[in-house]
């Protein structure tokens, strides 16, 4: 068979599919040339699912009248002039392909004027061919108007999909745009409707409003680290904002949207206690770190990056998320209805465009309303106070003693719910001392409150005493603690709860190294060269996590002792996942034994069903307001559900 080179039309045509797949990468790429344009306002109009039509208009740069021809040639760019320069590339695009591409697959118009130009041209295109251009009037910018995609390869329009799918594609595409450059106001058209609106003013909350609503803007918690050249900005939707799939991670490496499996893997790292099993994390993270140390040129559609030191970057990543999310954390246990983040703080409504202008005015006229409901009545309800008797009052800096003194003497000697005395440290309760020398305890007990006398002179008033803003109500199908607060009501689950307590103790002792327990003889495991290179260049983590090791001969270890959590079984397997983890092993050991720490945090804490007593109930609330940790128990599931009285009273009609 002879070899032949192939004419211009057929190489555009099969080019263009690396490029061009469907109407998603045609916006893809047209808007990434508006961005690289400088344009501030873009907008997007398709109908049809962008098949039988697509626009694209934006206020950039343009490109000037005896330049127009050029843009429609194969790898004709103005942002690339050698290949050094691939090494230190900040435009999104660079390869010269996309206007061709498209043009060989479909019927193309554009009109564009540069800046500070009298007039305009007109380039009119189809299948690659018959290229026309005219002098036109138009504005600043460049619009782009694609028709009838794929209609000279019916074989690839036939694997395009139904128009209401490739329109909800189109549609995705558009939203990661909006998320990554907060800056550019974005107008998204489907089929004459307004789909999306963007303010553009450089804030995210702002984009996420626009996209997801304002409840997702408001609850979203701010991500803002640097870490080893790396910086990380955005936004991350943990708890109730997990998603079912993956589709609302959204990551940007200098301002480019890709997929990245790594960046996924390391966000589902952090979120992983914070989110439900089999739900993920929604975020808009932007990345930004030096050109050189990521190769944007993988694939000509440039949404698959690598990293040049790929472990580095993921371990920054995750450290920085770590900690910028548990500096957000708080008390574990949260007394008042969260308040959100304000989505427009700085902004009248009169400067905000529709149709948000209309949500934030509707919102605001809800507020004044609420807030002339006066209810004098509940206001006085977290003020109840309890005197408690002196021995209750000496004993309560014994916790354990006062635990099994309340055990034994309702007459319960063992069962599950007795773990909660093993993991709790003695906490003593709010003490205060009154003139007389004795202590006196403020108690969280429903009681009724002692009378209050107020005294003649303000110079009597002593000091007021710090007491617990909450009140205990009781407890639900012996699983749900109600607690009372000044404007709010709490569920809380006594078993996620006491579980995230006991699993945040146990990954805090292995984190600051793990006790050992010695084998009555020891175990021999064979290994590869590798793994045996690995072991010994990480001898000192291994002994740090609680392995005593030893080499015999080229291929077998000597295991003297393990774990203090791990038993003999399953001794093998569990320490080859530990070897596969080196030689980041502080973290990567950790994730080798969550299943073990959380089977042991899950089996020693309380169970639903559990009675607990006002004592052991106390002990639960006082830890978990002195904890840090997230409220979700180690599988993602809430600790706490908060209903504001504003709630309340909205389920009762009270207010609207």
């Known amino acids: 068979m002879p070899i032949r080179i192939l004419d211009a039309a057929t190489v555009g045509r099969i080019a263009a599919g690396e490029v061009v797949e469907r109407p998603a990468s045609v916006v893809k790429e047209l808007v990434e040339n508006s961005l690289d344009a400088g344009a501030t306002s873009v907008t997007v109009e398709i109908r049809e699912g962008g098949i039988a039509y697509l626009r694209v208009t934006d206020n950039g740069c343009g490109i000037e009248p005896g330049q127009v021809r050029l843009a429609f040639e194969n790898h004709a760019t103005s942002k690339l002039t050698s290949a050094a320069q691939l090494d230190d590339i900040r435009t999104l695009g660079f390869r010269g392909e996309a206007l061709p591409s498209i043009a060989a697959v479909s019927r193309v118009e554009m009109t564009t004027r540069a800046r500070e130009q009298e007039s305009g041209a007109r380039l009119t295109i189809e299948g690659g061919q018959n290229m026309t251009v005219r002098e036109a009037g138009c504005p600043e910018g460049t619009t782009v108007i694609m028709r009838d995609l794929f209609f000279n390869i019916p074989v690839r329009r036939a694997f395009l999909k139904k128009p209401q799918y490739e329109g909800a594609l189109v549609s995705d595409t558009v939203a990661r745009m909006i998320l990554g450059n907060p800056e550019i106001s974005f107008r998204f058209i489907n089929n004459g409707r307004t789909v999306y609106h963007s303010f553009g003013d450089g804030d995210l909350r702002h984009a996420v409003f626009a996209v997801?609503?304002?409840?997702?803007?408001?609850?979203?918690?701010?991500?803002?680290?640097?870490?080893?050249?790396?910086?990380?900005?955005?936004?991350?939707?943990?708890?109730?904002?997990?998603?079912?799939?993956?589709?609302?991670?959204?990551?940007?490496?200098?301002?480019?949207?890709?997929?990245?499996?790594?960046?996924?893997?390391?966000?589902?790292?952090?979120?992983?206690?914070?989110?439900?099993?089999?739900?993920?994390?929604?975020?808009?993270?932007?990345?930004?770190?030096?050109?050189?140390?990521?190769?944007?040129?993988?694939?000509?559609?440039?949404?698959?990056?690598?990293?040049?030191?790929?472990?580095?970057?993921?371990?920054?990543?995750?450290?920085?998320?770590?900690?910028?999310?548990?500096?957000?954390?708080?008390?574990?246990?949260?007394?008042?209805?969260?308040?959100?983040?304000?989505?427009?703080?700085?902004?009248?409504?009169?400067?905000?465009?529709?149709?948000?202008?209309?949500?934030?005015?509707?919102?605001?006229?809800?507020?004044?309303?609420?807030?002339?409901?006066?209810?004098?009545?509940?206001?006085?309800?977290?003020?109840?106070?309890?005197?408690?008797?002196?021995?209750?009052?000496?004993?309560?800096?014994?916790?354990?003693?006062?635990?099994?003194?309340?055990?034994?003497?309702?007459?319960?000697?063992?069962?599950?719910?007795?773990?909660?005395?093993?993991?709790?440290?003695?906490?003593?309760?709010?003490?205060?001392?009154?003139?007389?020398?004795?202590?006196?305890i403020s108690s969280v007990k429903a009681e009724k409150p002692d009378p209050v006398s107020v005294p003649d002179s303000a110079s009597s008033v002593e000091p007021e005493v710090e007491r617990p803003p909450y009140r205990v109500i009781g407890v639900l199908f012996k699983t749900y603690i109600l607690l009372e607060c000044e404007d709010a009501f709490l569920l809380i689950d006594q078993h996620a709860a006491h579980e995230r307590l006991r699993y945040d103790e146990l990954v805090r002792a292995v984190e600051n190294g793990v006790a050992s327990q010695r084998l009555l003889t020891p175990q021999i495991v064979r290994v590869t060269a590798r793994e045996m290179a690995l072991v010994e260049e990480n001898m000192d983590a291994l002994s740090a996590a609680g392995y005593d090791i030893s080499p015999i001969g080229e291929r077998d270890l000597q295991i003297r002792a393990v774990p203090h959590i791990y038993g003999r079984a399953d001794l093998e397997p569990r320490f080859m996942d530990v070897i596969s983890a080196l030689p980041g092993l502080g973290s990567a050991a950790l994730e080798a034994r969550r299943d073990e720490i959380l089977q042991r945090a899950c089996k020693g804490a309380v169970k639903a069903g559990d009675a607990l007593t006002d004592s052991e109930i106390e002990a639960l609330l006082a830890q978990m307001e002195a904890s840090g940790a997230p409220p979700t128990c180690p599988h993602g599931r809430p600790v706490i559900k908060t209903f504001s009285r504003r709630e309340i009273e909205r389920m009762f009609k009270r207010i609207q």
């Open 212 to 440: 997801y609503g304002r409840e997702t803007a408001e609850k979203m918690l701010e991500v803002d680290r640097y870490e080893g050249g790396i910086r990380i900005r955005g936004l991350v939707g943990i708890g109730e904002q997990a998603k079912s799939t993956r589709g609302h991670e959204a990551f940007f490496i200098n301002g480019r949207s890709v997929r990245c499996a790594l960046l996924s893997q390391a966000l589902e790292s952090v979120c992983r206690e914070r989110v439900t099993i089999g739900l993920y994390p929604m975020c808009a993270l932007n990345l930004t770190l030096a050109p050189a140390t990521v190769d944007v040129n993988v694939h000509p559609n440039k949404l698959e990056v690598r990293f040049r030191d790929e472990a580095a970057t993921r371990l920054a990543v995750e450290s920085m998320l770590r900690e910028a999310l548990k500096v957000q954390g708080g008390s574990m246990l949260q007394l008042k209805a969260e308040k959100p983040a304000e989505v427009c703080p700085t902004r009248t409504v009169e400067q905000i465009p529709l149709p948000f202008a209309e949500k934030l005015a509707e919102k605001k006229t809800k507020v004044d309303n609420q807030q002339t409901e006066v209810f004098d009545k509940a206001s006085k309800v977290g003020k109840a106070q309890t005197k408690v008797s002196k021995d209750f009052a000496n004993s309560a800096l014994d916790l354990d003693a006062m635990i099994s003194a309340e055990r034994r003497r309702i007459g319960i000697e063992s069962g599950d719910a007795m773990g909660l005395r093993e993991s709790f440290d003695p906490v003593p309760l709010p003490l205060t001392r009154r003139d007389g020398g004795e202590s006196e």
